[in-house]
């Protein structure tokens, strides 16, 4: 199992571009949620989104967009990149947390991204 | 709005002794899950331990287990015989009834020989 997989690992982006951290997972999910982590600190909820075609906002979802339009992909786009957004992603997904198996969030390995 | 605070930023035990990491929670739920992940340098995320609030039993996953006081919203993790691959950055989680898993702010363990 491939379980969540996101690309790019790492990017360096100027001021001012724009890029998607693309995410999927093979697990037939209907969760599946957006986070950042900053150095030293914890992960901040971005966005998520229940099933296809829902999505909702997080704790930090300024500069940031989503769209679910599959089961498996959930990409995060990243418009008029700022340095404020360096910072390591995260895409995780779960089940409804109901159920023997609905305890269990998987992450990916996250992506670096670098804004200079 | 659900919160989680972990208080203690940095925490160090000697090798083979016994360490406590601190969590407690703010929720008007009464049904919801508590999990600690470990998040090693490489910032892989690592699911240590979890429990439902609805089981009053502790959960225990071989050195690792918790204390959970759910009148007091408090969620400790008990790591017993620490090794040196415990070092790491711990985070505890709430999971709450939208689904949405919110992270306290870490504490980083150091195990010392």
């Known amino acids: 199992n491939a379980g969540v997989t996101q690309t790019p690992k790492f990017r360096i982006l100027k001021i001012g571009q724009s890029m998607t951290l693309q995410c999927t997972q093979d697990m037939n999910h209907n969760y599946m949620y957006w986070y950042r982590q900053d150095p030293g600190m914890g992960l901040k909820l971005i966005y998520y989104s229940v099933g296809a075609g829902i999505t909702d906002k997080g704790e930090v979802p300024n500069g940031y967009n989503v769209s679910r339009s599959t089961t498996e992909d959930f990409p995060l786009r990243l418009e008029l990149a700022a340095p404020s957004q360096t910072s390591v992603y995260f895409c995780a997904s779960s089940r409804r947390r109901q159920g023997p198996s609905g305890n269990t969030i998987y992450f990916g390995e996250g992506s670096w991204l670098t804004v200079v | 709005a659900q919160t989680v605070t972990q208080s203690q930023p940095e925490m160090s035990v000697q090798e083979a002794e016994t360490v406590t990491l601190s969590c407690t929670y703010d929720t008007s739920e009464s049904d919801y899950y508590l999990f600690w992940y470990k998040q090693p340098p490489s910032r892989q995320m690592i699911l240590v331990i979890r429990?439902?609030?609805?089981?009053?039993q502790n959960a225990t996953e071989n050195r690792f287990s918790v204390n959970f006081q759910k009148a007091a919203k408090s969620f400790s993790l008990k790591i017993s015989d620490s090794q040196l691959g415990d070092a790491a950055m711990y985070f505890c989680a709430y999971r709450d009834n939208t689904d949405k898993l919110i992270f306290g702010t870490g504490t980083r363990l150091q195990v010392f020989p």
């Open positions: 429990q439902e609030a609805y089981k009053q």
